[in-house]
Nanobody, 122 residues
Framework: QLQFVESGGGLVQPGGSLRLSCAAS????????VGWFRQAPGKEREGVSR????????NYADSVKGRFTISRDNAKNTVYLQMNSLKPEDTGVYFC???????????????WGQGTQVTVSS
């Protein structure tokens, strides 16, 4: 069974940190580029960060640069998103996605995770 499962979300105070994980099962993650997306209530889904197959290339949305770090451990078939200095506007459901295209355009996404809720609030 092919699965792409996020974990690590939760409630955190502004300025706090969370580490999201995205674990793949049933397929080999190192064949894919991986992206993190988020969707806030009433807003469209937006790209947060992406990482190439080898981990040698990464990109971040301007809103998270300097605060979030994406990484991957292909041996563990897992991608991570370390989120520091969290702000209320970071609240949303975070999804990971795998694609053979680094651009992570939606029509080229091969796998989506089910999402994990991140809430930043005092």
């Amino acid at each position: 069974q092919l699965q792409f499962v996020e974990s690590g979300g939760g409630l955190v105070q502004p300025g706090g940190s969370l580490r999201l994980s995205c674990a793949a099962s049933g397929f080999t993650l190192d064949y894919y580029n991986v992206g993190w997306f988020r969707q806030a209530p009433g807003k469209e889904r937006e790209g947060v960060s992406r990482i190439s197959r080898s981990g040698g290339s990464t990109n971040y949305a301007d809103s998270v640069k300097g605060r979030f770090t994406i990484s991957r451990d292909n041996a563990k078939n897992t991608v991570y998103l370390q989120m520091n200095s969290l702000k209320p506007e970071d609240t949303g459901v975070y999804f990971c996605a795998a694609s053979t295209w680094y651009s992570m355009e939606s029509q080229y996404i091969n796998y989506w995770g089910q999402g994990t809720q991140v809430t930043v609030s005092s």
